[in-house]
């Protein structure tokens, strides 16, 4: 039966194939995909960790029969015998090899598929005590994953071949889940899927962003998909309209594959403008850099005709790695290779920002420890609360800049206290490596303006900074008081909001006025619908994701600046701003 999921639009284009659902688990699961001669190793896993549990239940078994009579708790028996029952139960045994050997799951991905599929029928039960054995159920694979966990490496890390990145058969794949971390994401960027959709998640929440940086069709926000969608569902996600349609008609599909081939003949029209400069009608050049997550992204980054990256989000380096931080020397060489991927292009490294909905690890998201974790310890904040990490980090920015143009970004500074420690440390890691005779180059440190105490307070930022970058995700998020990762209040979240609008214009101004270069990394950069107005506020330096890169440059080689000045300041003395743009 064919409907529809709706949710939030976040990356362009339409996808289509059958669904993969990665279930929510308490148990952090890895999900990979194995090539043809590691499957029957991966059923051995299987086989092991089934065996390994059940030896685990016998053992408590018989010391509660040593217990005797007396002691012994009939309950707890019955449910033991319950959970072996489980453990050598058909379904979910053949259902698992069957995940591994047709879709080629890695053991524990397809545990936790299989586990969905039967969670599924425990819940159309009537009878309330058979329903209540799902919670069985998921105790006994939780031990499996327990047994299986760790040592094994994620889909799209280094080192894997091509062939682990392929799935089972030739039907092209669109990942379902409830939620992705930022780290999930990279471990997902260089698979098979032709797009995903999440239940969770808002416009600028980074599952969103990395999404983009993909460059495939994603809708997030979309309340029950996980468990409105079945495993193996045909499924249509319009990364455009922000709809999911499963098990779509002949004529449905037909549309929708005459939609997708014409977003790639759009595609192939973009890119003819990759070598054209960024220069608009009355002579104006406009720099257009490319917001990367890691290393490899140079090479997206150079293909859509960016003259630098604006911004390298070092903390996904730091991310999924189960609290084992990178030292100095694992750094250095990431950054180097981004510096030198970009073939002597200018390279803005920002300092690590993690916390809110950038977790170190994904069992660590949306933690309840923090009432407010947008609020807390993050970003600069956690740098500044431990040097030794943070020395660490500057003195592997600055020995990459040795092989390339290198500039150093700080997140989320608000106050002269935290300016000066900053820039203390900075020097101080120059000294280091001076002590060490360590090369490095002249690099040029920045501070992002993304609180409004920092776009309130510029003139202090550029006594202290070479240069400025806005950061419009969490500007907005902060000054409209918006969970950005919170698709209940998603509506709210309006980059075109009068006190945003002012405090956006305000920066440029004043960054233009002081002659120091003043960039937009945020969300904002990459929408074209706001192009044209950021230009008329007199932007020069945008940074957006690679796969937006062209398409902004068309409505830059479209745009006369003379002209857009004074719109520009009408747009910025309305009440409705929306309301102009739309004109």
Not at 372 to 397: T, V, Y
Request: glycine share 8%; charged share 20%; proline share 4%.
């Amino acid at each position: 039966m064919t409907f529809s999921v709706h949710g939030l639009a976040v990356s362009r284009g339409v996808a289509i194939g059958r669904a993969v659902i990665v279930a929510s688990s308490r148990v952090d699961v890895a999900h990979y995909f194995v090539q043809p001669d590691q499957i029957a190793a991966e059923i051995q896993r299987l086989r092991r960790a089934r065996d390994l549990v059940s030896e685990d239940i016998v053992r408590v078994q018989q010391g509660l029969h040593e217990l005797g009579p007396a002691d012994a708790h009939p309950e707890l028996t019955a449910l033991l015998d319950v959970h072996l029952m489980l453990l050598q139960d058909e379904q979910l045994t053949n259902g698992v090899k069957h995940w591994i050997t047709e879709r080629r799951y890695n053991a524990e991905w397809a545990l936790t598929t299989q586990l969905e599929v039967i969670a599924r029928q425990f819940d159309e039960m009537e009878d309330l005590y058979l329903r209540e054995r799902k919670a069985d159920l998921e105790q006994v694979v939780e031990r499996m994953l327990r047994v299986m966990r760790g040592g094994d490496t994620p889909v799209g890390l280094p080192g894997q071949t091509d062939a682990s990145r392929q799935g089972g058969g030739d039907e092209p794949l669109v990942l379902i889940a409830h939620d992705l971390s930022p780290a999930d994401m990279l471990q997902f960027k260089q698979s098979v899927f032709a797009g995903f959709v999440t239940d969770v998640g808002g416009k600028t929440s980074h599952t969103a962003i990395v999404a983009r940086s993909m460059d495939i069709p994603a809708v997030v926000g979309a309340r029950s998909a996980s468990h409105l969608i079945n495993q193996d569902d045909w499924v249509v996600i319009d990364g455009d309209a922000g709809v999911v349609v499963v098990d779509p008609s002949p004529i449905v599909l037909a549309e929708y594959g005459f939609k997708q081939r014409q977003g790639e003949i759009e595609r192939e029209r973009l890119s003819r403008l990759k070598h054209t400069p960024a220069v608009t009608l009355d002579g104006q050049t406009i720099e257009l850099l490319a917001n990367i997550e890691q290393p490899s992204d140079a090479v997206a980054a150079l293909k859509a005709g960016a003259v630098g990256v604006g911004l390298f989000r070092s903390e996904f380096l730091f991310m999924g790695r189960n609290g084992r931080l990178p030292d100095e020397q694992e750094q250095y060489l990431a950054y180097r290779a981004a510096v030198e991927g970009m073939q002597g292009l200018p390279v803005t490294i920002r300092t690590v920002d993690v916390g809110a909905d950038k977790p170190l690890d994904r069992n660590t998201a949306r933690s309840d420890d923090h009432l407010n974790p947008a609020l807390g310890l993050r970003a600069i904040r956690w740098s500044l609360a431990d040097p030794a990490m943070f020395l660490e980090q500057l003195r592997a920015i600055l020995r990459a800049s040795a092989h390339g143009p290198v500039n150093l970004l700080i997140p989320m500074l608000a106050h002269a206290s935290e300016i000066r420690q900053t820039l203390a440390l900075v020097q101080k890691a120059r000294d280091q490596l001076d002590a060490a005779c360590q090369p490095y180059g002249v690099v040029k440190v920045g501070a992002m303006i993304e609180i409004p105490a920092a776009a309130l307070t510029v003139p202090m930022f550029l006594r202290h900074f070479d240069f400025l970058s806005i950061g419009t995700n969490d500007l907005i998020q902060y000054t409209l008081a918006i969970d950005r990762a919170d698709e209940a209040v998603s509506h709210l979240y309006d980059p075109v909001h009068p006190a945003v609008l002012h405090l956006v214009g305000a920066t440029i101004a004043q960054g233009r006025a002081q002659g120091k270069s003043v960039s937009v990394c945020g969300e904002m950069a990459g929408d074209v619908a706001m192009t044209r107005l950021l230009l008329g506020m007199g932007l020069r330096s945008f940074s957006m994701h690679p796969s937006q890169i062209l398409q902004v440059k068309q409505q830059i080689l479209r745009s006369d600046t003379a002209k857009l000045e004074a719109w520009a300041q009408r747009v910025l003395a309305a009440e409705d701003p929306a309301g102009l743009l739309r004109d």
